[in-house]
């Protein structure tokens, strides 16, 4: 059935030059742009001179750094718009900057140009072995350290949302950084995690929990989700990763953690989800093309998948608005 909606002049085109905008962000991460301008309003040849740059080249980026909303400007001075601010400024306690220098350039990037090519050999972004992938001690780290900086501030958003409280061991299945457990324990001091993921991925994630003093609350253990044991909890957290999964195996990894529940424990499942019509959100649409072997699934399905476990009572809620969701139910 056509839609009735009247025709966007601009839709096809604003999508097309699309990467534009994601080019000249990473360029401005490269060169230091907002950082320099973080605090205080310079024209283009005093950012150049601090940068080190020619003027000409670096006010060609200053300009579309304006237009697209990254930077305001006053005359002749470019100062950080609020946004930039919060999320592209290295000493802002949001800062997202290393997710898009990490992950987005180095990892997502050169898959996605190739997109066509891997839809027609049944593969996705990211696809290719990705054990092997996590193998590789730097590719694992550039990788990490990527997600790290996007998982901080979900995972904040995750403890708000979630009561961890009356919980005493979590099982943190495929947990990166160990940003969600971080979270999780500091929303709940009697809270214990230990996070189930490669080695080389659990390298990075000894370094960020040391760092965070959580090093006596927050254990890891070497493992592969699917294939693997692991230990038992009264909480499993799987956030971010099931959806790379096929429903036979989601299926698989839910019932391997209702088994390793006691009565009343609680499996949450935080992930790209999709709106129960499945016409939204945006990026969570965009997000499962790196889905390895899964497919776009709602909150409402992926209950139904946990129910096939023998999991009750689903509570479904957005977690990042307009990106990520929740699903969490208990064991009876």
Same mark, same amino acid.
Request: hydrophobic residues 40%; negative net charge.
């Given at each position: 059935?056509?839609?009735?909606?009247?025709?966007?002049?601009?839709?096809?085109?604003?999508?097309?030059?699309?990467?534009?905008?994601?080019?000249?962000?990473?360029?401005? =991460?490269?060169?230091?742009?907002?950082? %320099?301008?973080?605090?205080?309003?310079? $024209?283009?040849?005093?950012?150049?001179?601090?940068?080190?740059?020619?003027?000409?080249?670096?006010?060609?980026?200053?300009?579309?750094?304006?237009?697209?909303? =990254?930077?305001?400007?006053?005359?002749?001075?470019? @100062?950080?718009?609020?946004?930039?601010?919060?999320?592209?400024?290295?000493?802002?306690?949001?800062?997202?900057?290393?997710?898009?220098? !990490?992950?987005?350039?180095?990892?997502?990037?050169?898959?996605?140009?190739? =997109?066509?090519?891997?839809?027609?050999?049944?593969?996705?972004?990211?696809?290719?072995?990705?054990?092997?992938?996590?193998?590789?001690?730097?590719?694992?780290? %550039?990788?990490?350290?990527?997600?790290?900086?996007?998982?901080?501030?979900?995972?904040?958003?995750?403890?708000?949302?979630?009561?961890?409280?009356?919980?005493?061991?979590? %099982?943190?299945?495929? *947990?990166?950084? /160990?940003?969600?457990?971080?979270?999780?324990?500091?929303?709940?001091?009697?809270?214990?995690?230990?996070?189930?993921?490669?080695?080389?991925?659990?390298?990075?994630?000894?370094?960020?929990?040391?760092?965070?003093?959580? @090093?006596?609350?927050?254990?890891?253990?070497?493992?592969?989700?699917?294939?693997?044991? !692991?230990?038992? /909890?009264?909480?499993?957290?799987?956030?971010?990763?099931?959806?790379?999964?096929?429903?036979?195996?989601?299926?698989?990894? !839910?019932?391997?953690?209702?088994?390793?529940?006691?009565?009343? *424990?609680?499996?949450?499942?935080?992930?790209?989800?999709?709106?129960?019509?499945?016409? *939204?959100?945006?990026?969570?649409?965009?997000?499962?093309?790196?889905?390895?072997?899964?497919?776009?699934?709602?909150?409402?399905?992926?209950?139904?998948?946990?129910?096939?476990? *023998? !999991?009750?009572?689903? %509570?479904?809620?957005?977690?990042?608005?307009?990106? $990520?969701?929740?699903?969490?139910?208990?064991?009876?």
């Amino acid at each position: 059935m056509s839609s009735s909606r009247p025709v966007d002049p601009n839709l096809v085109h604003s999508i097309a030059t699309g990467y534009m905008g994601t080019c000249v962000l990473l360029a401005a =991460l490269e060169l230091g742009v907002f950082d %320099v301008l973080a605090e205080k309003s310079l $024209t283009a040849s005093e950012t150049a001179a601090e940068l080190d740059l020619k003027t000409p080249p670096l006010e060609r980026l200053l300009v579309a750094l304006t237009v697209i909303g =990254l930077l305001d400007r006053e005359a002749d001075r470019f @100062s950080c718009s609020p946004e930039t601010k919060r999320y592209l400024v290295r000493s802002s306690p949001s800062y997202f900057g290393d997710y898009y220098h !990490f992950q987005v350039r180095q990892c997502l990037m050169p898959d996605f140009i190739r =997109l066509g090519q891997l839809i027609r050999e049944d593969r996705a972004i990211m696809s290719d072995d990705w054990s092997s992938y996590m193998a590789d001690e730097e590719k694992a780290r %550039v990788f990490i350290l990527g997600q790290h900086s996007a998982s901080q501030g979900g995972g904040r958003l995750l403890a708000s949302l979630f009561d961890f409280t009356g919980f005493k061991q979590m %099982v943190d299945l495929a *947990g990166g950084s /160990g940003a969600c457990s971080i979270a999780a324990c500091r929303a709940n001091p009697e809270l214990r995690s230990v996070i189930v993921d490669y080695p080389n991925v659990l390298k990075v994630a000894r370094e960020v929990i040391d760092k965070e003093g959580l @090093s006596d609350r927050i254990s890891t253990r070497a493992g592969d989700i699917l294939n693997d044991d !692991f230990p038992s /909890g009264d909480l499993m957290l799987i956030s971010l990763v099931v959806s790379g999964f096929t429903k036979e195996h989601q299926v698989q990894i !839910f019932r391997k953690c209702f088994d390793r529940l006691p009565s009343g *424990g609680a499996v949450v499942v935080h992930d790209f989800l999709m709106n129960e019509d499945y016409r *939204g959100p945006v990026l969570s649409g965009l997000y499962n093309l790196t889905s390895v072997e899964g497919v776009p699934t709602s909150g409402p399905d992926m209950a139904a998948l946990l129910q096939q476990a *023998g !999991f009750i009572d689903p %509570v479904v809620k957005p977690v990042i608005p307009e990106y $990520t969701g929740m699903v969490a139910m208990r064991k009876p």
